[in-house]
């Protein structure tokens, strides 16, 4: 069993700052030291709660998936502090990255949760009533699945992408009409199953492209197999779209905030446990914590 599997996380990110700290200039300040333990130690938790392995063992790869999922927590002074805690560690302990290279730096999408809200069936029907074709398909599917703009650029069907091994609640995706699995590449390149309507599905085949197209956005590149809006593009447009149509705009990412209060709705019906119900909705969105699917549902 490899070192610190089993040791608290307090005691994982003790040790490591006492490393670092051995190495003069590693860190600037006793307020500085002070944040960075605090910060290992909230990532020290995660590895633990999902058999992540310990902290010395982090790789990029995981270290990246954590700072996207706790940009979903935190506001972007904590999320700053996280990285270069990590990145601090990664470059003078575990020599996971050299002294040039550097963690991705992720924005935190709290504000953009906390200020997006639903839209009810007849007010996604406006919208799309205002949108080309393209468009209204990938508000159909962001609205039927749950998916982030971004995400649309990453569709597969799941025969092509398996999804990343990760907890599963035995009824996700339970009570929900018939559908296909595809899988999408979401924050941190965490890599999950979503079920889009028969309808939905048919339509988006037809989009195929016989090669896959190369597709940049906030300058990250996508290899999309399908022929649709996406990302910062579609996120304006839809904007756009919904000022027309409803004199409003809560976002692309309040079709998220919608699929949270949909699903919540149909699964308590059936399911008695609100956790359950919580659990439930945050695996099939992609975040895997309970406490963000409860912002989801103001």
């Not at 030291?33 to 982090?58: F, M, T, V």
């Not at 990285?83 to 990664?90: H, P, T």
């Amino acid at each position: 069993m490899a070192r610190g599997h089993f040791a608290k996380a307090e005691k994982q990110a003790a040790s490591v700052m006492k490393e670092m700290q051995g190495q003069g200039n590693a860190i600037e300040s006793v307020g500085t030291a002070r944040n960075y333990e605090q910060a290992l130690k909230s990532c020290a938790e995660y590895l633990k709660e999902y058999k992540l392995g310990s902290l010395r063992e982090i790789t990029p790869n995981i270290a990246t998936q954590y700072l996207h999922i706790r940009s979903t927590e935190v506001s972007q002074k904590t999320l700053n502090m996280d990285r270069q805690a990590l990145q601090s560690m990664m470059q003078n302990v575990t020599h996971q990255l050299s002294p040039s290279q550097s963690l991705e730096i992720v924005k935190s999408e709290r504000e953009t949760i906390e200020k997006s809200r639903a839209y009810s069936n007849e007010q996604v029907q406006r919208i799309i009533s205002h949108q080309s074709d393209k468009h209204a398909l990938t508000t159909q599917i962001c609205h039927q699945a749950g998916l982030r703009a971004h995400e649309m650029f990453t569709l597969r069907p799941v025969d092509e992408q398996k999804a990343s091994p990760r907890e599963a609640h035995p009824q996700k995706f339970s009570h929900l009409a018939e559908s296909k699995t595809y899988t999408v590449n979401g924050k941190g390149g965490l890599i999950r199953e979503v079920k889009i309507p028969i309808e939905l599905a048919e339509k988006l085949e037809a989009r195929r492209f016989q090669e896959p197209q190369k597709v940049t956005d906030r300058g990250v590149f996508y290899t999309s197999h399908y022929d649709v809006a996406g990302g910062l593009n579609f996120s304006s447009a839809f904007s756009k779209a919904s000022q027309r149509g409803l004199g409003f705009s809560h976002g692309a990412h309040g079709l998220r905030h919608s699929y949270a209060q949909d699903r919540f709705e149909k699964l308590s019906w059936n399911i008695k446990e609100r956790d359950d119900v919580l659990k439930i909705v945050s695996q099939e969105l992609g975040h895997f914590r309970p406490e963000i699917t409860e912002v989801y549902l103001r």
